[in-house]
């Protein structure tokens, strides 16, 4: 990892400390929400593309939430990806809805 590389990750992962945040990167390659809060380690919320939802903790963020490891404290089936989600967002609340749409530069 260059320095400029490990600067951009520093503030990717201090912008989760305290705002939901969404990987993009899990999105757009597994089609897996993977929502997280709480910089190198922290809470995840995980919802695959089958409707399964997976609610935990992780830690050793480092250099990036993919290489994490979880630990999963809550699972739940639900009959797709939308109604797992529609279910996040009925619990969380506006906020986490705000966090994951705007992130932390709201």
Request: proline share 2%; glycine share 10%.
């Given at each position: 990892?260059?320095a400029n590389e490990f600067k951009n ?98």
């Amino acid at each position: 990892m260059t320095a400029n590389e490990f600067k951009n990750w520093a503030a990717k992962t201090a912008s989760s400390r305290t705002c939901w945040t969404v990987d993009e990167i899990t999105r757009h390659n597994q089609g897996t929400y993977l929502i997280y809060r709480g910089g190198t380690a922290g809470n995840f919320i995980e919802i695959d593309k089958t409707g399964l939802l997976e609610l935990g903790t992780y830690e050793d963020a480092i250099p990036h939430i993919g290489d994490a490891m979880f630990r999963v404290t809550f699972r739940k089936q639900f009959p797709d990806q939308d109604a797992a989600l529609k279910r996040c967002l009925e619990v969380g609340g506006r906020n986490f809805l705000v966090d994951i749409l705007v992130g932390a530069g709201r």
